[in-house]
């Protein structure tokens, strides 16, 4: 049943949606995901009853959100009012339009315009577009590494859906991105912690922390990678939350990956692969990694004693792979006897990663 929905997504997607004659205004301004881009995804992940409900929600608010955008093109009302099938692209993450009251980024929307070819609608460019501004430009000239990731951090911002439980990750891009959450602490219910560290330091700002048992899914998760591809697959466990990570990861409809410029790669595996072992198989796993040509290293403290995860596991650091095929080495390793969590998140794939680079932070959807 999945796939039947899947290929008919994908058809819409390959072969009506480049000739239906116009595109979301707030997708391209803000480069999220679009209505057909979030139905596959989750039907992709959460099967196709779930999917269908989450779908549905987005239309709804989708529906929303075009009739406030109409407010700033009156010349286009009769074309486009009360439209919204699944071939609207605007998203539904648009934090305001999931608040009644709070409208100031629907404003926003206003600026990207429309503009006309006889019956096609089509809008406009966005006036503003990531990098973010000239003076983000100027100022992260002179931005070291921690200062690239407070500035993508504070941009994450922007993805969190108020009045939502959210997923929050690990890592010191995760802290500041926490730290700033605590901004906003009073616009959200709560969040689900990928780790203990994670869970203090939520609870340290006084933001209520949920046990993952008690939430059936997240609108977002937002985290940092060791290491992000050209599609969106990741090496995560730098920290080693990873298993809580993808854990907190496979319950999000979305996930946006912050990182710094330095993680980006064309092919994963430059960073140790992560994998985290029940203690029991530490050595029968390490040597299934070796025959596969890695090179597994014990993950140690400084003083030498075993690094001991927040699940009680190991972790072997895997050196010298060359990860062509994320998913599929994903999936080989995962299912040795005693890995726990393999650090490739190629099927719980970023959605959306915000990179901070010299020239400010950009937006990628994949
Ligand atoms: O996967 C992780 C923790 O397990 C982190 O997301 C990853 O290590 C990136 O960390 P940082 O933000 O400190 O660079």
Request: net charge neutral.
């Amino acid at each position: 049943m999945r796939w039947i929905f899947l290929s008919v997504i994908r058809f819409y997607q390959l072969y009506i949606s480049p000739h239906k004659g116009f595109e979301c205004a707030f997708r391209i301004h803000s480069g999220r995901a679009s209505c057909s881009k979030l139905g596959y995804r989750v039907i992709r992940r959460f099967g196709t009853l779930k999917g269908l409900i989450l779908l549905q929600q987005r239309l709804l608010r989708c529906t929303e959100a075009n009739k406030k955008l109409i407010q700033f093109s009156t010349p286009y009302k009769s074309q486009q009012a009360g439209f919204c099938d699944a071939s609207c692209d605007i998203p539904s993450d648009c934090a305001c339009f999931e608040l009644s009251g709070e409208i100031a980024n629907c404003i926003d929307i206003g600026s990207c315009g429309f503009t006309s070819k006889g019956n096609n609608l089509k809008y406009a460019r966005p006036l503003s577009i990531t990098p973010d501004s000239q003076s983000t430009f100027k100022a992260i000239k002179i931005m070291n590494q921690n200062e690239l990731k407070r500035l993508v951090a504070q941009k994450a911002i922007e993805y969190v859906p108020h009045n939502t439980i959210i997923g929050v990750g690990t890592g010191s891009t995760a802290d500041l991105f926490i730290d700033e959450l605590a901004l906003i602490k009073d616009k959200i219910i709560g969040a689900i912690a990928s780790s203990e560290r994670t869970k203090q330091r939520l609870e340290g700002h006084g933001i209520q922390v949920f046990d993952v048992n008690e939430v059936e899914s997240v609108p977002v998760y937002i985290d940092g990678a060791d290491e992000i591809d050209t599609e969106g697959n990741m090496i995560k466990g730098g920290g080693a939350a990873h298993t809580r990570e993808k854990i907190c990861a496979s319950i999000a409809e979305q996930f946006i990956c912050i990182a710094d410029a330095s993680k980006e790669v064309n092919i994963l595996g430059t960073f140790p692969l992560p994998v985290e072992v029940v203690p029991l198989a530490r050595e029968a796993v390490a040597r299934q990694l070796s025959d596969l040509g890695g090179r597994p290293v014990w993950r140690k403290h400084a003083d030498g004693t075993p690094l001991i995860t927040d699940n009680g596991c190991h972790i072997l650091d895997v050196h010298g792979l060359s990860i062509n095929e994320p998913l599929a080495l994903e999936i080989q390793l995962s299912i040795i006897p005693g890995v726990l969590t393999v650090g490739i998140f190629a099927q719980n794939a970023a959605d959306i990663a915000l990179i901070a680079t010299a020239e400010g932070v950009k937006t990628i959807s994949y």
